[in-house]
């Protein structure tokens, strides 16, 4: 075997071993323990197999950057992430169900690898890459990970919830990067804004290369003529940028001193701009001094249908009335802004 094998380290798994969802120091950790890989609990008796900064938070959660499973969490007993002989990656639930792979195929020995980038790949024992996390993001870009024509940033559904949401940041069949709301029952692009052409928003779809990505000093650029610098922009800190669960889609910088992420960027400073935020037959006001910094309400003669996510909006408090006894129907209308 080459060097690449000779010893076992702490950021590899090799063919014929497994990690198991029952040994906590079953945990792949990059050279710098800048990032760590395992299986993360997500829910009661529910795990994902993810990817998250090695160092917690101030409130003790750690941040995680990318999940093979985050639509299908896997059992708090028996599962494992197992390297197969024929060099396919594998995530079997309790009942060996099969929940994740590669999809990849090798007569060679492989190796899965965290890398100091907060890549997992999965390498042949010459150096060839089979796979990459990296080619696969959920809500989260790190620092030279890049945006393609083939994928896109999904938020989550809550900040417990980690399962696919409604917001998707994604090159359009324009070539332009576009941010768009695929609600339960709708689905609108609003960033850039739709009533601007793509002269109006600064953007060229003459490139159809349709690539974006952060460096390493805060910059972020994309093929569609988009470009932005952190308001911190230079070298230090860790960044991240993400798909949040409200629709804004920002770039994080780490504050070492206080462990807390902060704000660099954000594409949205007024949320309210942002569609399906409250849902249908709702109205969304601006209220700087909250942490959201809006306030949802139904309008008149309209309920909230769900007491516990403004996502699935309000619902009338009456009957509408119909041509014909005994029907009944409803028309959802979109939420409206307030200054």
């Not at 079953?26 to 008796?45: E, K, Q, Y």
């Not at 093979?68 to 599962?79: E, F, H, I, K, Y």
């Not at 974006?212 to 952190?230: I, M, P, R, V, W």
């Not at 701009?273 to 109205?283: A, Q, T």
Request: aromatic fraction near 12%; proline fraction near 5%; charge should be negative.
């Amino acid at each position: 075997l080459s060097s690449l094998f000779s010893s076992s380290t702490p950021s590899s798994l090799s063919t014929g071993s497994s990690l198991s969802v029952e040994n906590p120091d079953d945990i792949l950790i990059s050279p710098n323990s800048g990032f760590s890989a395992g299986f993360h609990r997500i829910g009661n008796n529910a795990y994902g197999f993810a990817v998250w900064f090695s160092e917690p938070m101030s409130d003790g959660n750690h941040t995680i950057v990318w999940m093979a499973n985050r639509d299908q969490p896997v059992n708090g007993r028996l599962s494992k992430l197992s390297a197969l002989n024929n060099g396919n990656l594998v995530l079997t639930d309790a009942g060996q169900f099969r929940v994740w792979a590669t999809g990849t195929n090798s007569n060679a020995t492989v190796q899965l690898q965290l890398h100091d980038t907060g890549n997992l790949v999965l390498l042949t024992s010459e150096g060839g890459i089979l796979w990459q996390s990296f080619d696969s993001p959920t809500d989260t870009l790190l620092p030279h990970q890049p945006l393609t024509r083939n994928t896109k940033l999904v938020s989550s559904r809550s900040q417990t919830n980690y399962s696919s949401g409604f917001y998707k940041l994604y090159f359009d069949d324009d070539n332009v990067l576009r941010l768009v709301f695929d609600g339960l029952e709708i689905s609108s692009v609003y960033w850039p804004d739709p009533l601007l052409s793509n002269w109006q928003a600064k953007r060229s779809p003459f490139i159809t290369n349709r690539t974006a990505e952060l460096d390493s000093l805060g910059h972020f650029k994309s093929t569609d003529n988009f470009q932005f610098s952190a308001a911190d922009f230079g070298t230090g800190p860790h960044r991240r940028f993400t798909m949040d669960i409200d629709g804004n889609v920002r770039l994080y910088s780490l504050d070492e001193r206080i462990r807390t992420w902060v704000v660099s960027w954000q594409a949205f400073s007024q949320p309210c701009g942002i569609h399906g935020i409250c849902g249908s037959n709702s109205l969304c006001t601006y209220v700087p001094h909250e942490k959201s910094g809006r306030k949802c309400s139904c309008i008149p003669g309209y309920k909230m249908r769900n007491h516990t996510d403004w996502f699935y909006g309000c619902e009338p408090e009456f009957d509408l009335p119909c041509s014909k006894p005994g029907e009944r129907s409803s028309v959802a209308l979109d939420s409206y802004q307030s200054a």
